[in-house]
C-alpha cells in the first residue's frame, strides 16, 4: 500500500471512529438546522452578497413573461401605415440588401402589411392591436418598448442571448445572477423559479440551459415547477416512506456530506448541502403554495385559472403566489410564438391563451401594492419580419432589427412609449435598446450596478452585462 492509499486509509478509518461515536449528535444538530436554525449554506442562499444591493432598490422581484418563439411587433403594439399601404409588393431593396434573414434569405421579398387592426387606448393613448383586448386595461400601467434589438436570428441562440446576455453555453442566466446576488426571502422556496406553458404554431423546445447557474454555484439555478401533477418532483414521499422516516435519511445524508466538507472545503458540495436544505423546507411550503383553495372565484376569474390545468394563466396566478412569498426571480415561457405561416390564427392561439391572465397579473400586482417592487418583463426572443412569409395563410419570419417588449412596475414610468422602428418597421431607428441595456436596467432596478457585479471565471470578471457597451434606460425611469 503506498503513501497516498495509506493517507486516504487513514482518513476513512478516521471518518468511521467519528460518525460512529457522534452520528447521532451530528444528525440532531443538522436536523435541528433543517427545523429551525440556518446552517451557513441556507444563510448564502437567502441573504445573498453582503455587497449588495449597492444601489438605492426600487424593486425586489423580477417576473419576465417570456412569449418563446418571438411575437410579431407588426400584429402587436407597433402599427405601420406605410407597410399596408405597400402591402403585395417588393420589400424596398434599400431596407433589406445585405441583411442577416433567416428562412427568407435568398427568396423574393414582398411586403406584408399588419394582419389586424390598431387602436389606441387609456389615458395614455398607447397603440395596441386588436390580439389584445385585455392589454387595453393595462395600457397605462405599462411602457413599451418599441425599439429592441438582439443578435441571434434562430430560436435557442437568441433565448440564450436573451437570458444570459451572450451566445456561449454555460454562461449564467440572467435569474440565476440575480439569486446569487440578492438571494431569496423565503429560506423555504427557490430564489429563482421557472414556469412552463405552450399553445399555438410549433412549440419550440426551451432547454434546461436557459436557467442554467452557469459557473455560479448550482443551489443558484432556476427550478423548473411542473405544470401539471406534482409541482417538483419527488415533491411527496413514496409509499411506504413516513415524514419521520425521510428526516433522518436527510439527517444522515447531511451529517456524512457535512463532515466530509470539513476536509474539502468543496463548493459543490456546499451547494449540495444547500439543496437538501432547501428541498426539505420545499416538503412542506411548496405543497401550500401551489394549493389555490384559498384563492376567492373572482381572481380566478380574473385570470381564465383553472388551477393543475398546466395553463398559462394558472401560471401567472402561481407567479404572484410566489411573489408574494419572496421569490426573487419567476420566469414564465409560453411556447407556441413562432409565426411562420397562418399567422391570423395562431396569433389568435397565443393571445387568447396570455392576453387575459397577464392583464390580470398586472391589475392583481397592483391592486395588492405589489407591482410598486415588481418589475414585469414582456416580450420573446426577437421579432417577425415585415415581409410575408407561408404557403398557406400570411406569416413572418425571424427578426433581430427592431422589435417591441413591454415593462411594468417599480420605478418604470407607466403609460409611454419608447423608441421606434423605422416606417416600415424593419430597424430601430430611434432610441434603439439591446438586450444588455434591457438587463442593465433590469438589475439597475433590483439595485445593482451592473459594471461592478462580477464573478472572476478563468481569469476574467464575467458580468451578465458582458464587456460590451449596455445603458441603463433612465429615460423609462422615474
Not at 487513514?10 to 427545523?35: D, E, H, I, P, Y
Not at 430560436?155 to 440578492?182: C, E, K, Q
Not at 426577437?382 to 407561408?390: A, L, S, V
Amino acid at each position: 500500500m503506498n503513501e497516498s492509499s495509506t493517507t486516504s486509509f487513514q482518513r476513512q478509518l478516521c471518518r468511521r471512529t467519528f460518525l460512529a461515536q457522534t452520528g447521532l449528535g451530528l444528525g440532531t444538530a443538522a436536523l435541528s438546522t433543517l427545523l429551525g436554525g440556518e446552517s451557513q449554506a441556507a444563510s448564502n442562499q437567502s441573504i445573498g452578497l453582503p455587497t449588495l444591493p449597492n444601489l438605492p432598490q426600487k424593486v425586489k422581484r423580477v417576473i419576465f413573461l417570456c412569449m418563446a418563439g418571438g411575437p410579431s411587433h407588426l400584429e402587436t403594439f407597433d402599427y405601420k401605415p406605410a407597410l399596408e399601404e405597400i402591402s403585395g409588393q417588393p420589400m424596398p431593396e434599400s431596407y433589406t440588401k445585405g441583411q442577416q434573414i433567416a428562412q427568407l434569405q435568398g427568396q423574393e421579398l414582398i411586403a406584408q402589411g399588419p394582419m389586424t387592426k390598431f387602436g389606441r387606448y387609456g389615458k395614455s393613448g398607447q397603440t395596441m392591436s386588436d390580439f389584445f383586448p385585455y392589454h387595453r386595461e393595462i395600457a397605462d400601467d405599462i411602457c413599451i418598448i418599441k425599439s429592441m434589438v438582439t443578435e441571434q436570428i434562430n430560436h435557442d441562440p437568441a433565448h440564450t442571448f436573451m437570458n444570459t446576455g451572450t451566445v456561449i453555453s454555460g454562461r449564467p442566466s440572467m435569474g440565476s445572477w440575480v439569486n446569487y446576488g440578492l438571494g431569496c426571502e423565503n429560506k423555504s422556496l427557490p430564489g429563482f423559479v421557472v414556469l412552463v406553458s405552450q399553445g399555438g404554431r410549433n412549440p419550440q423546445p426551451i432547454a434546461s440551459r436557459q436557467w442554467s447557474a452557469g459557473f455560479l454555484p448550482s443551489q443558484y439555478q432556476g427550478v423548473p415547477f411542473n405544470s401539471t401533477g406534482d409541482p417538483v418532483h419527488y415533491i411527496n414521499n413514496p409509499p411506504g416512506v413516513s415524514g419521520d422516516l425521510q428526516r433522518r435519511v436527510v439527517d444522515s445524508v447531511l451529517a456524512l456530506d457535512g463532515h466530509r466538507q470539513d476536509h474539502l472545503h468543496d463548493p459543490d458540495l456546499t451547494a449540495r448541502l444547500a439543496a437538501y436544505e432547501t428541498a426539505f423546507r420545499m416538503q412542506t411550503s411548496v405543497p401550500d403554495l401551489v394549493d389555490m383553495s384559498d384563492e376567492p372565484q373572482h381572481i380566478l376569474d380574473m385570470y381564465g385559472a383553472v388551477p393543475g390545468d398546466g395553463s398559462y394563466a394558472s401560471n401567472c396566478l402561481l407567479a404572484r403566489r410566489l411573489a408574494e412569498r419572496g421569490v426573487r426571480f419567476i420566469h414564465l415561457y409560453h411556447r407556441g410564438w413562432d409565426h411562420h405561416g397562418d399567422l391570423v390564427q395562431h396569433m389568435n392561439t397565443c393571445s387568447g391563451l396570455t392576453d387575459k391572465p397577464t392583464a390580470a397579473l398586472v391589475m392583481d400586482l397592483k391592486a395588492r401594492g405589489m407591482l410598486e417592487d415588481t418589475l414585469i418583463v414582456w416580450g420573446g426572443e426577437f421579432g417577425r419580419t415585415p415581409m410575408f412569409q407561408g404557403k398557406g395563410g400570411p406569416g413572418r419570419d425571424h427578426h433581430i432589427k427592431g422589435f417591441s417588449m413591454w415593462v411594468a412596475g417599480g420605478n418604470i414610468r407607466p403609460g409611454i412609449s419608447y423608441g421606434a422602428t423605422d416606417e416600415l418597421g424593419y430597424n430601430a431607428v430611434e432610441n434603439p435598446v439591446h438586450v444588455r441595456d434591457l438587463h442593465a436596467t433590469m438589475l439597475h432596478l433590483l439595485g445593482i450596478d451592473h459594471k461592478h457585479f462580477t464573478v472572476k471565471f478563468q481569469g476574467l470578471d464575467m458580468r451578465l452585462t458582458g464587456v460590451e457597451e449596455a445603458k441603463v434606460l433612465h429615460d423609462i425611469l422615474v
